[in-house]
């Protein structure tokens, strides 16, 4: 299948397009919250209240009887403030440190809604069946009444984020700051942890609790590595989440046996992968080139100075030297590739082929760089 042919599809077929914007929405959502447990780096938060709305779903369910993805995502989100408001009490009560609260959190919600699925499964009523579908998602089952859903809930989430986003801000980055100004924030902590749970409840139909983790911590972590700016980051972050959802939406159509939770989450990482590489703030591959930059510039500095120092012992500045005897001075590097590099500034020329000289201008080049140090040795 083309391109155009995905482009059609996604156009003009209702489950496809159902399916995309649903998963863009979780994207957004997900990637704006989600920058600022990146920036807080609270990454094990949001894996501790995705698991911890799963026994919030089974029970939700036992009570109602009923599987509207409305009724569901209360009862995940009443179960993601349960677990919020245990993390605060048995971090301020106890000796106990946050990590290890929220793995303790994370391990029994999980293992209780395990218990609660597993009970469910083996009752003889039929109503129960899909339940378990919320471990990895099933974006395929979406409907537009659970896309509707999805955005509402969604877009009251963003709303309070733009409502509070100076708060959020000194939140992430100077909480000391914020308390001295007199605002409450651990309430606004507590607000900001809400509204994390918001977009776990939304998304847990799409992808699950097991990977809904991932789509809240990669859009961010991608867009990090982009921008140092805060604004820019959530765009980009939510950028990076939708358009993850809408790929892994389309891939998945490619072919059957294809679930679209796990290739969301593995095209989400495709664009962290690329982030850490190719991004120019922090990308792995500019970093080392400008290491690599770094390196030769300080090369070539070295053979100008040793030049000069060689030409001093001379009564002409412009003395010319034999390449083998800077080689012994200056030691490991490549120092012929040092030489074209000053010949191209115009502050080194060649003689004979096999010796090189400073120019008027190498020589005054050289002497600028060392008379700090000969001053320092003064």
């Given at each position: 299948?083309?391109?155009l042919?995905?482009?059609?599809?996604?156009?003009?077929?209702?489950?496809?397009?159902t399916?995309?914007l649903g998963?863009?929405?979780l994207?957004?959502?997900?990637?704006?919250?989600?920058?600022?447990?990146?920036?807080?780096?609270q990454s094990?938060?949001?894996?501790?209240?995705s698991?911890?709305?799963?026994?919030?779903?089974?029970?939700?369910?036992?009570?109602?009887?009923?599987?509207?993805?409305?009724?569901?995502?209360?009862?995940?989100?009443?179960?993601?403030?349960?677990?919020?408001?245990?993390?605060i009490?048995?971090?301020?009560?106890?000796r106990?440190?946050?990590?290890?609260?929220?793995?303790i959190?994370?391990?029994?919600?999980?293992?209780?809604?395990l218990?609660?699925?597993?009970?469910?499964?083996?009752?003889?009523?039929?109503?129960?069946?899909?339940?378990?579908?919320?471990?990895?998602?099933?974006?395929a089952?979406?409907?537009t009444?659970?896309?509707?859903?999805?955005?509402?809930?969604?877009?009251l989430?963003l709303?309070?984020?733009?409502?509070?986003?100076?708060?959020?801000?000194?939140?992430?980055?100077?909480?000391?700051?914020?308390a001295?100004?007199?605002?409450?924030?651990?309430?606004?902590?507590?607000?900001?942890?809400?509204?994390?749970?918001?977009?776990?409840?939304?998304?847990?139909?799409?992808?699950?609790?097991?990977?809904m983790?991932?789509?809240?911590?990669?859009?961010?972590?991608?867009?990090?590595?982009?921008?140092?700016?805060?604004?820019?980051?959530?765009?980009?972050?939510?950028?990076?989440?939708?358009?993850?959802?809408?790929?892994?939406?389309?891939?998945?159509s490619l072919?059957?046996?294809?679930?679209?939770?796990?290739?969301?989450v593995?095209?989400?990482?495709?664009?962290?992968?690329?982030?850490?590489?190719?991004?120019?703030?922090?990308g792995?591959?500019?970093?080392?080139?400008?290491?690599?930059?770094?390196r030769?510039?300080?090369?070539?500095?070295?053979?100008?100075e040793?030049?000069?120092?060689?030409?001093s012992?001379?009564?002409?500045?412009?003395?010319?030297?034999?390449?083998?005897?800077?080689?012994?001075?200056?030691?490991?590097?490549?120092?012929?590739?040092s030489?074209?590099?000053?010949?191209?500034?115009?502050?080194?020329?060649?003689y004979?082929?096999?010796?090189?000289?400073?120019?008027?201008e190498?020589?005054?080049?050289?002497?600028?760089r060392?008379?700090?140090?000969?001053?320092?040795?003064?």
């Amino acid at each position: 299948m083309s391109l155009l042919d995905l482009l059609t599809s996604l156009l003009f077929d209702h489950t496809i397009r159902t399916v995309a914007l649903g998963t863009a929405t979780l994207g957004i959502v997900s990637g704006v919250l989600g920058s600022f447990a990146v920036l807080r780096k609270q990454s094990l938060l949001g894996d501790a209240l995705s698991h911890a709305a799963l026994p919030g779903v089974a029970i939700a369910y036992m009570l109602t009887g009923s599987k509207s993805p409305a009724v569901l995502m209360l009862g995940a989100g009443a179960a993601g403030v349960l677990a919020i408001l245990l993390l605060i009490n048995i971090t301020r009560q106890t000796r106990l440190k946050e990590d290890s609260v929220l793995g303790i959190v994370l391990s029994v919600f999980f293992g209780f809604g395990l218990l609660l699925l597993t009970f469910l499964q083996r009752n003889p009523d039929a109503r129960q069946a899909g339940l378990n579908t919320f471990l990895f998602g099933q974006a395929a089952t979406l409907l537009t009444r659970d896309v509707i859903t999805m955005a509402i809930f969604g877009g009251l989430a963003l709303l309070f984020v733009v409502v509070f986003w100076k708060e959020f801000k000194l939140l992430s980055f100077d909480r000391e700051f914020g308390a001295s100004l007199g605002l409450p924030m651990p309430r606004i902590d507590m607000l900001l942890t809400t509204l994390l749970v918001v977009a776990v409840v939304i998304g847990l139909q799409a992808v699950g609790v097991v990977l809904m983790s991932a789509m809240l911590v990669a859009p961010g972590a991608a867009a990090r590595q982009w921008t140092n700016h805060l604004g820019r980051m959530t765009l980009l972050s939510a950028l990076f989440g939708a358009l993850a959802g809408v790929a892994g939406a389309l891939l998945s159509s490619l072919g059957t046996g294809l679930s679209t939770g796990p290739v969301i989450v593995l095209c989400i990482s495709v664009i962290v992968l690329f982030s850490l590489v190719m991004a120019p703030n922090r990308g792995l591959l500019w970093n080392y080139l400008r290491q690599w930059r770094n390196r030769r510039r300080l090369r070539t500095e070295a053979v100008l100075e040793n030049i000069y120092l060689m030409s001093s012992q001379h009564d002409d500045p412009s003395h010319p030297h034999a390449i083998t005897a800077l080689e012994a001075v200056s030691g490991a590097g490549n120092v012929r590739r040092s030489l074209e590099e000053l010949q191209r500034r115009g502050l080194a020329v060649p003689y004979d082929g096999n010796k090189w000289a400073l120019t008027a201008e190498g020589v005054r080049a050289a002497q600028t760089r060392l008379q700090p140090a000969q001053k320092d040795e003064k």
